[in-house]
């Protein structure tokens, strides 16, 4: 009689459980923290991302849908640095929900808590669309994102502390996977060490940092500025004076300036995933680096 | 071991960093628009709009070089609970330069469950388009029913109170307690809170790659003299056509965007509109000065619409078409003196159509050139309106 109890109370508790879902609710402004919170928070969280791999995190706008799932967050894990300076403002502004503001508890931005790069002496919008924090693109260092997700693994447990003992776990053992992955990368890496690429937009200084890749020239004149013909004549000049490995863009970037460098130059394009779900095979923070890696070094010779 | 001493490390580090976080570095966030316009007209005839009493900043516009709405806004947080934004709109008025506050208010901003309270001087909720600046609008000029029944825009002084529900589809509901001062209220009657407003939004994705939201929205006041200054008619005396009485404004409007997988840097569209009907009972006066100014009785049916379509076919470039309609039924006992004050329709649908070209070199920069077919009273005119808006300082946030 007892065991009938017992089961018929585990049973409600089940649907209890199913019906409130998970213990936090996780706003991701891009699909990389989606990931990453998913992989530490487990079934102790239920995530949104704001983004796909196809859109650029800069340009987004304050949708109603977004203004709703905020109102219902209670953890935003955002880039920062102001990269989503032109959309999350205005959904901090509209949703209500004092949890996810600025300074909160609830408020996660991963550019903070590592160091930044690009951080400019002066701004000056004739440099183009420059950013008084420095260059937001910080999860394509792996030895970055492990110092992200020691902060944002502390964050959950004190969020949600009745499930710290889970989030650490998590934590640890996602560590010891992202150690063993950044030894194999660094090895695989070692051709492309010094190699100089051309890149689209300043997507990539984390990525060069880590691996010692030189950047050749920019697509973009200037940060947030299309390429002009102009300007790619004259990176086409400085191509064939030094040339580079490969002309890189993200999934979200129209790939025409890079293939008509490409053609100018006979320098190889290469789409690289730039975040999870940016190639079909990218379904994870370890398949992003195994394919990024993967794409590059294809086209060294 | 070392597994552990990286936790640390990264805690402290992140501790240290959340310390210091803050929105930018600029405190408190100033920001300038440059609009400047150059217009050309068909014809001289002065500009009216029958059926409407014109008021607020309704025109067609100057003819020649000329300015248009320069702002100056400085905006921040005040502290963790209070936002406050001021902007101020230095246009030239007949010679004139005047500085107006356009917006001064505070909001809050962690009052928490889905609450928000407004309040100070700001554009009120009604409709879409009332809420964004002037120089986010795809047009160098404010739709036909807004000149009509707003006077361009509806600012007032007042209280906003709004609630977004916590539902996966977005819903906000709201009111606006308001003073009904400025155009098209009057008088700031019922002690200093002549007008009121409710609205309802909602809204949501379909799929990644569209987007929507629809608006209802209710304003009245007790009007007190309101007057028009945008009719002139060449006479011996002065005689301002002032209405006195109840007014109300019922409106719908929606807005639907698709870009393709959500990706708007190459590709979008946007398709808007709006329609709005407003009531009105009361009496008007030709307010000469004199002790016994000619009136009438004034039972006013007026509605319009818009819609519009906006198309970026590549980055930095768009195209836009405009269609416009205004419709009004006035009654009063002396139709002669709704026929002076400009409350006479003479027998004519207002209706408009324009087209837009615009070119942005980048976030901070436009420019555009627009031409209108404007059958919005007897003389139908061709108007061509270049303009560039340009924002200095730093990134603005836009609504939907």
């Keep these: 009689m007892i065991h009938m109890y017992r089961i018929l109370l585990s049973i409600i508790a089940m649907g209890l459980a199913g019906s409130s879902a998970a213990a936090l609710n996780v706003f991701a402004c891009e699909p990389e923290w989606a990931s990453l919170t998913r992989v530490l928070g487990g079934d102790q969280v239920e995530v949104v991302s704001a983004t796909t791999a196809h859109q650029d995190p800069h340009r987004i706008e304050a949708r109603p849908s977004l203004i709703a799932k905020v109102r219902r967050a209670d953890l935003l894990v955002c880039s920062g640095a102001e990269l989503e300076i032109g959309w999350l403002p205005m959904l901090q502004r509209q949703a209500g929900n004092r949890k996810v503001m600025p300074g909160q508890v609830g408020y996660f931005a991963a550019a903070d808590q590592v160091g930044r790069l690009g951080i400019p002496d002066r701004i000056d919008r004739s440099m183009g669309d420059v950013h008084a924090s420095g260059n937001p693109h ?25 499930n710290a003992a889970h989030y650490r776990e998590r934590l640890a053992s996602f560590i010891l996977r992202w150690d063993e992955a950044m030894m194999r990368w660094q090895e695989r890496a070692q051709p492309l060490r010094g190699k100089r690429l051309v890149v689209h937009h300043q997507d990539w200084e984390y990525l060069f940092d880590w691996l010692g890749i030189v950047k050749a020239g920019s697509l973009e004149p200037k940060p947030g500025v299309p390429a002009s013909s102009g300007h790619l004549a004259k990176l086409k000049k400085a191509l064939l004076a030094e040339p580079s490995l490969a002309i890189i863009h993200t999934h979200y970037q129209s790939p025409k300036a890079a293939r008509r460098l490409s053609q100018l130059t006979g320098i190889p394009a290469v789409e690289l995933p730039y975040t999870v779900g940016g190639a079909e095979n990218v379904v994870d923070l370890f398949t992003l680096f195994d394919e990024t890696l993967q794409r590059l070094l294809e086209v060294v010779p | 071991m070392p597994l552990r001493i990286s936790i640390a490390s990264a805690l402290s580090l992140a501790i240290a960093s959340t310390a210091i976080a803050k929105e930018n570095l600029f405190n408190p966030d100033i920001s300038l628009i440059l609009d400047g316009r150059f217009g050309a007209f068909d014809n001289e005839s002065d500009y009216e709009l029958p059926g409407f009493m014109l008021g607020g900043e309704a025109g067609r516009g100057e003819e020649g070089f000329h300015l248009g709405h320069n702002e100056l806004a400085i905006s921040a947080n005040v502290d963790d609970l209070f936002y406050g934004k001021l902007t101020a709109a230095i246009a030239d008025h007949e010679g004139d330069t005047e500085v107006e506050l356009e917006e001064a208010f505070i909001e809050t901003a962690a009052l928490g469950n889905g609450l928000n309270i ?15 600046h002037g120089h986010a609008w795809d047009f160098a000029d404010a739709p036909l029913v807004y000149r009509g029944l707003f006077g361009n825009q509806l600012i007032d002084d007042g209280l906003q109170v709004s609630w977004v529900a916590p539902t996966d589809i977005y819903l906000q509901l709201g009111g606006e307690l308001l003073r009904g001062e400025r155009f098209p209220a009057g008088g700031a009657s019922n002690d200093g809170k002549g007008a009121g407003t409710l609205f309802a939004k909602i809204g949501g994705d379909i799929g990644e790659s569209h987007a929507w939201q629809l608006g209802l929205s209710h304003w009245r006041a007790e009007v007190e003299e309101r007057t028009s200054g945008g009719h002139q008619h060449e006479g011996e005396a002065e005689e301002i056509p002032t209405y006195s009485g109840d007014s109300k404004v019922t409106g719908i409007d929606f807005v639907w965007k698709w870009a393709p997988l959500g990706n708007a840097s190459q590709r979008n569209f946007k398709l808007q509109g709006e329609y709005f009907i407003r009531d009105e009972k009361g009496d008007v006066i030709m307010d000469d000065g004199s002790e016994s100014p000619e009136s009438t009785t004034y039972d006013g049916d007026q509605e319009g619409w818009y819609l519009q379509g906006i198309y970026q076919f590549m ?86």
């Excluded at chain 1, 030895?143 to 902060?151: E, G, P, S, W």
């Excluded at chain 2, 309040?119 to 809420?131: K, M, V």
């Excluded at chain 2, 009063?332 to 409350?343: C, H, Q, T, Y």
Aim: without cysteine.
């Design chain 2, 118 to 132: 407004k309040a100070g001087r700001f554009f009120s909720a009604i409709g879409y388009l009332n809420q964004q």
């Design chain 2, 315 to 400: 980055p930095r470039w768009r195209v836009g078409l405009r269609y416009d309609r205004l419709e009004s039924d006035n009654k009063g006992s002396d139709e002669e003196v709704l026929a002076e004050a400009g409350l006479d329709n003479e027998g004519h649908k207002p209706e408009r159509i324009t087209l837009m070209g615009d070119y942005a070199h980048s976030e901070f920069s436009r420019l555009r050139l627009q031409y209108a077919r404007d059958d919005s009273y007897e003389d139908a005119d061709g108007i061509l309106m270049l303009q560039f808006v340009m924002s200095l300082g730093p990134h603005g946030a836009h609504r939907f």
């Design chain 1, 138 to 162: 910080v999860h394509l260092d792996p030895r970055r994102l492990k110092t992200i997700a020691t902060a944002l693994g502390e964050r959950l447990a004190s969020l949600d502390s009745s």
